[in-house]
């Protein structure tokens, strides 16, 4: 995927994540992002849906593109039989996996094999960093390149939290990250529990850790990956993991992200689009994240404020 830009930005989205990512298009082309390079990697099965999207500066590709050959079958399988089960005979093969080490597709279900899209992006893209953008984020005016560069050390958005007062799905992810690596990479009995986007890939970092599992395990980075128990495991825990115990304090910057803002309910719409157009307006926020409910878990979904959402964004400057 090659570049002359210093940064780049990847999405790895779906279907159902469609409207989401229409505003995230229309955000972005009105922010100082617009001319940024944008891989937004999309389901093979998908592609059409995206279709329209695919021009400068987007670069559309599918899994059956960016992912291992074997993994893509795996997926695709996957998806047929997570569509045939439903969600909740999915998390329930999910804990089975966990507990007897079978059925093993629901490892390659959209959620894990997104994080090897990513980590691939990023491994192959010819750029100093890779700005992970999921679908349900803003990008406001008021955001600047200036948000992911460290100043000559590997920045990476932090929030600390004392380990023994994390909840049960960040810790798994924290300590089945640093099971991979083999070091704790908590700092001070504190663990980075940032794990939204935007999130900063620095490739040199990404590259460094691919080879490091590969040496490690004596196996493709993404076979070692993909092995771990479904759900608990995190390619931006693995990450954070590597980063804090392969290199030294003077090397990295863990920054806050205090320019990042999140709504996780948007069952009231006319409530929802206030508190959008209020951030829209506040230089100090950067970056809006809507959390997506397209798997289900909520009785509402972006279709149902699409449309207003655009015009909000729209008329921001």
């Known amino acids: 995927m090659p570049s002359t830009d ?43 849906a995206f279709e329209e999207f695919n021009q400068p500066p987007v670069r559309l590709r599918t899994t059956a593109e960016v992912l291992p050959a074997s993994v893509e079958r795996r997926r695709r399988r996957a998806t047929a039989l997570s569509k045939r089960f439903g969600r909740h005979w999915t998390r329930i093969c999910g804990s089975l996996n966990r507990v007897w080490g079978w059925p093993r597709w ?39 390149p200036a948000d992911f560069d460290g100043e000559g050390r590997y920045r990476c958005f932090a929030t600390w939290e004392a380990t023994d007062s994390l909840g049960s799905k960040v810790s798994n992810w924290v300590q089945q990250s640093e099971k991979l690596i083999g070091q704790a990479a908590v700092i001070d009995g504190q663990a980075n529990t940032y794990f939204d986007t935007p999130f900063i890939l620095e490739t040199p970092v990404v590259r460094a850790m691919i080879e490091w599992l590969e040496s490690t395990y004596g196996r493709p980075w993404w076979a070692r990956l993909l092995a771990q128990p479904p759900r608990r495991w995190s390619e931006f825990g693995t990450y954070k993991a590597f980063l804090a115990t392969h290199y030294d304090a003077a090397q990295v910057d863990w920054c806050s992200p205090e320019v990042c803002r999140y709504l996780y309910d948007a069952s009231d719409v006319a409530a929802l689009i206030g508190e959008v157009r209020q951030m829209l307006g506040d230089e100090s926020v950067h970056y809006l994240t809507i959390h997506s409910q397209s798997n289900g878990r909520e009785d509402w979904g972006a279709w149902q404020f699409a449309d207003q959402l655009a015009d909000v964004i729209g008329e921001s400057r």
Request: hydrophobic share 40%; charged share 25%.
């Open 6 to 48: 210093r940064y780049c930005i990847v999405t790895p989205t779906w279907s159902g994540d469609l409207d989401h990512f229409r505003l995230l298009r229309r955000s972005l082309a009105r922010s100082r992002f617009a001319e940024t390079p944008h891989y937004v990697v999309v389901q093979t099965e998908d592609r059409e």
């Open 106 to 144: 629901p490892a390659y279900t959209g959620w894990h094999t997104q994080q090897i899209c990513k980590l691939m992006v990023a491994k192959t893209a010819d750029v100093d960093r890779v700005i992970v953008l999921d679908s349900d984020v803003i990008v406001t005016p008021h955001a600047t």
